[in-house]
């Protein structure tokens, strides 16, 4: 089945229509800069824009960076405070003229296009997708099911820091860090996850993952990790499968 997916981002806003049974992407990604202040009305006018661009009437999914519960935000994650409690889903569904919209965490969907159709195919254990980007986002999944809004990115650090502030991939760029200053910080973050948790597998997603034969070194951490199969459209992949499901 075509549906359309949307990754909506702390930096950028990326879409594709996608087949929801082999992960492929059907058309062009389209990106859109993330509104700045990214406040919900600003958010859904770009959703309108890009359903319009692929003059799409069908039922879209669409991955979003907060916290999400039944399509509703909790946490206004790396987003404008303004989310808090927003409907996303409905909010969506009205700005598009009432066309379907089935919206869920970013990094949660991330791992269910790898859980079902990349990486972590198959794998039984515990299994963290950790996204890396403007935040840090991680999915849960145990015996293939998915354990939603593990928010890891949110443990304390230092300072009453979050972690996803000293670690992220925006950390990087903000702090001109190295690409191995950088990686020995996700590296302090990886072997922390495993003490808490003992995964099985950890699977990178997010650009920088793309990177991942040029920091690998600098990673200690004694858990396999692979990279996202689907490396940054991972997001838009999961969105479109979660709304095929639902939308039934
Ligand atoms: C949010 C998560 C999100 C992650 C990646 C974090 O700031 O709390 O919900 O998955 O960023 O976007």
Redesign the pocket.
């Known amino acids: 089945m075509k549906v359309l997916g949307i990754d909506i981002?702390?930096t950028g806003i990326k879409a594709a229509i996608v087949n929801t049974i082999t992960g492929e992407l059907l058309s062009e990604r389209h990106r859109i800069d993330t509104p700045k202040p990214s406040e919900p009305k600003a958010v859904a006018k770009v959703i309108k824009e890009i359903v319009k661009h692929f003059d799409w009437k069908g039922p879209v999914g669409c991955c979003f960076?907060?916290?999400v519960v039944d399509g509703q935000c909790k946490?206004h994650?790396?987003l404008s405070k303004e989310w808090i409690d927003v409907k996303a889903d409905k909010l969506f569904k009205k700005e598009c003229n009432g066309i379907p919209f089935y919206v869920s965490?970013?990094?949660d969907l991330a791992g269910v296009a790898e859980m079902n159709l990349g990486a972590g195919k198959d794998k039984k254990g515990k299994v963290f997708v950790i996204?890396i980007?403007?935040?840090?986002?991680s999915a849960l999944f145990y015996k293939g099911k998915l354990i939603p809004n593990v928010?890891l990115?949110?443990i304390y650090h230092t300072d009453g820091k979050i972690i996803?502030k000293f670690a992220s991939d925006s950390a990087r760029k903000r702090e001109e860090l190295t690409l191995a200053e950088w990686a020995k910080r996700f590296d302090v973050f990886l072997n922390h996850i495993k003490i808490i948790h003992t995964p099985e597998l950890f699977i990178l997603g997010g650009g920088i993952s793309k990177k991942f034969d040029n920091f690998k070194e600098h990673l200690t951490v004694d858990v396999p990790i692979k990279v996202a199969k689907f490396k940054n459209n991972a997001g838009i992949i999961g969105a479109a499968m979660y709304a095929h499901k639902k939308n039934k």
């Open positions: 981002g702390g960076p907060t916290i946490h994650g790396n965490n970013d990094a996204t980007g403007t935040g840090i986002g928010e990115g949110r996803e």
